[in-house]
């Protein structure tokens, strides 16, 4: 299977920076997508940034110019560098990896980390 683990959330002051890091590793044969996503309590989960296997990015409207996604393709590894950090952007962090396992090669699948806690405060 897939394992999807985030790391690098904390306590930061607004203005400040955070960078999270996301690691998949398991039986993994190829990663289409790589997607950040954020949740907090009694809001729905929504999208903050989005990387394709060949480097394409998206980003929610709200992190535009803030946030930046970039992916170590080799190591399996996809970055969020958050800068200007608002109260607001407060929130779970979760990643999302799309891809195909050795065993089932043609059939991508969503896997899912357990999410990383980002607290702006002052």
């Known amino acids: 299977q897939v394992q999807v683990v985030e790391s690098g959330g904390g306590l930061v002051q607004p203005g400040g920076s955070l960078r999270l890091s996301c690691a998949a590793s398991?039986?993994?044969?190829?990663?289409?997508?790589m997607v950040w996503y954020r949740q907090g309590p009694g809001k729905q989960r929504e999208l903050v940034a989005a990387i394709t296997r060949d480097g394409s990015t998206n980003y929610a409207d709200s992190v535009k110019g803030r946030f930046t996604i970039s992916r170590d393709i080799t190591e399996k590894i996809v970055y969020l560098q958050m800068d200007s950090l608002k109260p607001e952007d407060t929130d779970v962090y979760y990643c999302n990896v799309v891809a195909a396992t050795n065993q089932s090669r043609g059939l991508y699948r969503r896997y899912w980390g357990q999410g990383t806690q980002v607290t702006v405060a002052s």
């Open positions: 398991g039986s993994i044969f190829s990663i289409n997508d």
